[in-house]
Nanobody, 125 residues
Framework: QVQLVESGGGLVQAGDSLRLSCAAS????????LGWFRQAPGKEREFVAA????????VYKDSVKGRFTISRDNAENIMYLQMNTLKPDGTAVYYC??????????????????WGQGTQVTVSS
């Protein structure tokens, strides 16, 4: 059983940057697609970004393209989400997740089987 633990959240101002981390333990995730999702207050959880097992393919939610960068270090079993030029609508609990497939087969959360507990990101205007 894999455990995912997010960190790096916090309170920032609009325009600031944050880097989220997702550390995995229990087994290697080097053969799994990884992803970031977020859930804003009163809204459903939504896809943010995903990265294939090798790191060669990435997919982003349209509204974060050019501002967010997903990456991974398979040797350290860690995934990152660099978030630049944050906006107030980025306020949410951010979750990392692991899929069974090494390829990005879709952005639906049903493709992801393992989840972290989430880290809060608050962006003030």
């Amino acid at each position: 059983q894999v455990q995912l633990v997010e960190s790096g959240g916090g309170l920032v101002q609009a325009g600031d940057s944050l880097r989220l981390s997702c550390a995995a333990s229990g087994r290697t995730l080097s053969r799994n697609t990884l992803g970031w999702f977020r859930q804003a207050p009163g809204k459903e959880r939504e896809f943010v970004a995903a990265i294939s097992a090798s790191g060669s393919n990435t997919v982003y939610k349209d509204s974060v393209k050019g501002r967010f960068t997903i990456s991974r270090d398979n040797a350290e079993n860690i995934m990152y989400l660099q978030m630049n030029t944050l906006k107030p609508d980025g306020t949410a609990v951010y979750y990392c997740a692991a899929a069974t497939s090494p390829w990005i087969v879709g952005t639906d959360e049903r493709n992801f089987e393992s989840w972290g507990q989430g880290t809060q990101v608050t962006v003030s205007s």
